[in-house]
T-cell receptor, first 116, second 116 residues
C-alpha cells in the first residue's frame, strides 16, 4: 500500500483565492510527522509546513495551513490568498517516528497553477 | 551556514562511464539521504545513512553505491552509467533523535544527470 497518496495531479486556482491540496497517508506507527514541500520550476525543494501526529492544533505558517484529520488519515495543505509565485509542484511527505531507518515517504505530487 | 551542498549541478555521462556525486552538509545532521526524481515524478529513495559508517539501501539502489566516512559527507557513486539513470539527484539531510520526527528534510539544489 502507498504510504502517501496525492490524488490531484494538477490543480488550478484563481489569484487571491484559497486552494486545498489533498494528501492521505497510511501508517501504523503512533508517532509520525507530516510535511509539505514546494518545488518551483527552478527545481529546488522548499520545506513549507510540519504537523506532528500528537499535535492538537492544525499547523499554520503564514499563508499555509495544514488541515489535519487524524481519524481520516488526511493532511491537506491549504494555501490562502494564492499568488502567482505559488505555481509549483507540491509534495506531501511522512516520517514515521519509530520505524527502522526513519525514512521519509513522498507522494507523487500535485502541480498547482495560479491563474491571474 | 551553507546547508546541503551538492556538486556538480549538471553532468552528461556516456553509457558505461562512472562518476561520483558529492554531497556535504554543515548542520550536524545525523541522517542523510539520496533521492532521484525522474521527469514529472515524485522522489525515490536510493540510499540513506543514519550516521557515519552506516548506510542502507532505499527503494532503488541498483547501480549506485554510497559511503559515509564523516557526518558531513555522503557521496553517491554511479558505476557503469546507463540511460535509465538519467534523472535529477537530490541529496538531503535531517536530524533524528529517539521518537522525535519533527525535523524536516533539508535538500541540496540537485544534480541534473544525463546519460547518453
Amino acid at each position: 500500500a502507498q504510504k502517501i497518496t496525492q490524488t490531484q495531479p494538477g490543480m488550478f486556482v484563481q489569484e487571491k483565492e484559497a486552494v486545498t491540496l489533498d494528501c492521505t497517508y497510511d501508517t501504523s506507527d503512533p508517532s509520525y510527522g507530516l510535511f509539505w514541500y514546494k518545488q518551483p520550476s527552478s527545481g529546488e525543494m522548499i520545506f513549507l509546513i510540519y504537523q506532528g501526529s500528537y499535535d492538537q492544533q492544525n499547523a499554520t505558517e503564514g499563508r499555509y495551513s495544514l488541515n489535519f484529520q487524524k481519524a481520516r488519515k488526511s493532511a491537506n495543505l491549504v494555501i490562502s490568498a494564492s499568488q502567482l509565485g505559488d505555481s509549483a509542484m507540491y509534495f506531501c511527505a511522512m516520517r514515521e517516528g519509530y520505524q527502522a531507518g526513519n525514512q521519509f515517504y513522498f507522494g507523487t505530487g500535485t502541480s498547482l497553477t495560479v491563474i491571474p | 551556514n551553507a546547508g546541503v551542498t551538492q556538486t556538480p549541478k549538471f553532468r552528461i555521462l556516456k553509457i558505461g562511464q562512472s562518476m561520483t556525486l558529492q554531497c556535504a552538509q554543515d548542520m550536524n545532521h545525523n541522517y542523510m539521504y539520496w533521492y532521484r526524481q525522474d521527469p514529472g515524478m515524485g522522489l525515490k529513495l536510493i540510499y540513506y545513512s543514519v550516521g557515519a559508517g552506516i548506510t542502507d539501501k532505499g527503494e532503488v539502489p541498483n547501480g549506485y553505491n554510497v559511503s559515509r566516512s564523516t557526518t558531513e559527507d555522503f557521496p553517491l557513486r554511479l558505476e557503469l552509467a546507463a540511460p535509465s539513470q538519467t534523472s535529477v539527484y537530490f541529496c538531503a539531510s535531517s536530524y533524528f533523535l529517539g521518537g522525535q520526527n519533527n525535523s524536516p528534510l533539508h535538500f541540496g539544489n540537485g544534480t541534473r544527470l544525463t546519460v547518453t
